[in-house]
């Protein structure tokens, strides 16, 4: 639990590079659409932000930020 927890969201990207979804371990191409975990504050930023693949938040969606 963290004190930016309130403060998370996920927002849409396209892979730039290859990535594995933090949930279901599948690989995340260059090119696909995956879901990054995002801190909506201005100035801040997440080093580590979790990544998801697109059938994840299809079929979690944002509980995916909760689950440990």
Same mark, same amino acid.
């Given at each position: 639990m963290s004190k930016?927890? =309130?403060m998370k969201s996920l927002k849409r990207t396209?892979?730039?590079?290859?990535?594995?979804?933090? =949930?279901c371990g599948?690989?995340?191409g260059k090119g696909d659409i995956?879901?990054?975990?995002?801190?909506?504050?201005?100035f801040l930023h997440s080093l580590h932000s979790k990544r998801f693949c697109e059938a994840c938040f299809v079929q979690r969606g944002d =509980?995916?930020?909760?689950?440990?």
């Open positions: 930016y927890d =309130s396209k892979a730039r590079a290859d990535h594995v979804c933090n =949930s599948t690989a995340i995956y879901y990054r975990e995002y801190i909506t504050d201005r =509980s995916l930020l909760r689950n440990k």
